[in-house]
């Protein structure tokens, strides 16, 4: 199958050629000839399987095909909503590469930045319009967005937006588009709530479905380092050092974990940076760019300012802690692995994350492999068991485990929520809910044989 094959227009085609796409992708496959033909979809799927493309090319094509009959200044004629303004930059970015033949131009808008080069945009006219949900109602109720003239609508992670705390913005946005359009809608996970969501905004959908397992295993090596949470630091310096790594990306749970790993790492003269939500867009950028053009070997990331971070050639990413939410893993490692390269993913997990780490293996159907041979091994590698701790007993060695339905997740959504949603001034300064030390003294095994994946890898 190529993109010709699947009615792609010669402008467009011209574009990706330019990118080096030589083939669609499963999503792009399946989703190219539904949206070409103007029905509404549900799409499963994360980032990393290329459905941005999916997604904006359709559009590119249907505005292009109408685009001649349009007189005066462009009016915007498709939205694309997503949770964070470094997915959105990227959207843009795309959406400037594969339109760049086709005439169709984009802007994005975002929090925490000025308004005015983006009120300035806008008023030079915009076919599609890339947009975070805070920004987008505020410059809609200043008046310098009209949606009357959507015909193209694009959700796009919702489940994040959700989590965000999004919904009341997305509810108000939806219901100033007007009827009369064609709707897309993009989640990862499917709970129910977005399944509510999902049917109040659009008609009879069409619906592809990317399994993360598709996404992740097949794509991604995936590897476990059982660790103390104290001797994290010192098994991502002994894996860094130890296989001369010059590029990866790890995730912290926290902004604050972030903070202090750039920290650590500086002291052993291996150039760091954070981004997370307390940092400023101009920050953040920088350090992205930074990573980009490998002037810092190590980015480190927590999961909503990681959002939509697109480096190709990432060989590696560093799970330095475990996410609470198992999607939240699928999500991560979809950074390495993009399209068509393959990846590494590397995980710690200390004796609280034990539960977690249960969530994630049965989310992705999928028994990580545990590298064994490294100087910082936990070995205990056995789930504890449920019970609690006795009275008196301390209970430093306890997961923060998930019990019944009502588990931690739900605050620590909370807490994730705030970080980051697009909109610079609604930042939390808090710096997240760092679990507690695990207490444990396991540092032991010194004379073992040291952790390689590179060599593990062959
Ligand atoms: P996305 O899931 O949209 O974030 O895309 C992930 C990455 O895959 C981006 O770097 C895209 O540029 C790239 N990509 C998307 N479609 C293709 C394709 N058909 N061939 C090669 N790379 C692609």
Redesign the pocket.
Known sequence: MTFKDLGIIEPILKALEA???????PI?EQSIPILLEGKDLLGCAQ???????AFSIPIIQHIHNEVVHEKGRRKVKALIVTPTRELAI?IGE?CTKYGKFAGVNNTVIFGGVKQSAQTRALNNGVDILVATPGRLLDLMNQGYISLKDVKYCVLDEADHMLDMGFIHDIKKVIAALPKQRQSLFFSATMPQSIVKLSQSILGTPEKVTIKPEQATADKVEQALYYVSKKSKTKLLVHLIQQNEIDSVLVFSRTKHGANKIVKQLDKVQIKAEAIHGNKSQGARQRALENFKNRETRVLIATDIAARGI?V?QLELVINFDLPNIPETYVHRIGRTG???NSGIAISFCDIEERAYLRDIQKLIDFKIPVVTQHPFADEVEELPTKKAPTRGQKNHTRPQRRSGGTDNRSSDRRANSSENRGDGNRNSNSSGSESRSSGSSDNRSGNKPSGNWRSKRR
């Open positions: 990118e080096g796409y030589t083939h669609p992708t792009q980032t990393g399987t290329g459905k941005t493309a990227q795309n697109d190709s993009r399209a068509k």
